[in-house]
């Protein structure tokens, strides 16, 4: 008898801690700043956290076993594609890819995706998202603000340069007209 009491405690036990881990892990996903999703092989959405939704606007029932390729920027779907293939085969895979909003803007992801395995063999992809947005935003403005300053340097050095030679056609011109000092007063 004693021995099935340390049998069953010990299983309690044993379920008490997986319940633990499972909330921690279930915690860490839900409440991360990044985006967080499942594909299955055929590239469905199995699960998509809280994150996603926020950002995205689409509820997870909304996108549940349907394929994301409708809410990929269309000049991206290619390098979405390949990724996707290269997970599927076993590798891990990192890139960005522009994501069609609910509300129509766009938002800029690097990505990280992972394959899924289950008894060895690769049964989906995870995929980790961090928005950049607004890095991506900022360097497009940073850039048009380099432009601008370099138009504005040369219309700059070339009006400095302008400014040069009127001024010494000025001293010929005051040359011409003054003549050949004679030295009489």
Do not use: H
Not at 173 to 178: A, E, N, R, S, Y
Request: hydrophobic share 35%.
């Amino acid at each position: 008898k004693l021995e099935i009491f340390r049998d069953i405690t010990e299983k309690i036990r044993i379920q008490n801690e997986l319940k633990e881990s499972e909330e921690k892990y279930r915690l860490m996903i839900e409440e991360s700043n990044d985006l967080i999703w499942i594909q299955d092989p055929s590239g469905a959405v199995s699960f998509m956290n809280r994150r996603c939704e926020e950002i995205s606007g689409d509820a997870f029932e909304e996108v549940k076993g349907k394929s994301i390729a409708p809410f990929i920027v269309e000049e991206d779907l290619q390098t979405v594609r390949q990724a996707f293939e290269k997970v599927i085969s076993g590798e891990k895979v990192s890139y960005e890819a522009r994501v069609l909003k609910k509300d129509g803007g766009i938002l800029f992801l690097s990505i990280n995706a992972a394959p899924v395995r289950k008894d060895g063999k690769v049964a989906g992809k995870v995929s980790f998202g961090r928005d950049i947005t607004n890095e991506r935003l900022g360097t497009a403005e940073l850039k048009e603000r380099v432009s601008d300053l370099e138009r504005f340097l040369k219309a700059t050095v070339y009006r400095e340069l302008r400014m040069k030679e009127l001024s010494d056609e000025i001293e010929k011109l005051k040359g011409k007209i003054d003549g050949p000092s004679t030295g009489r007063l």
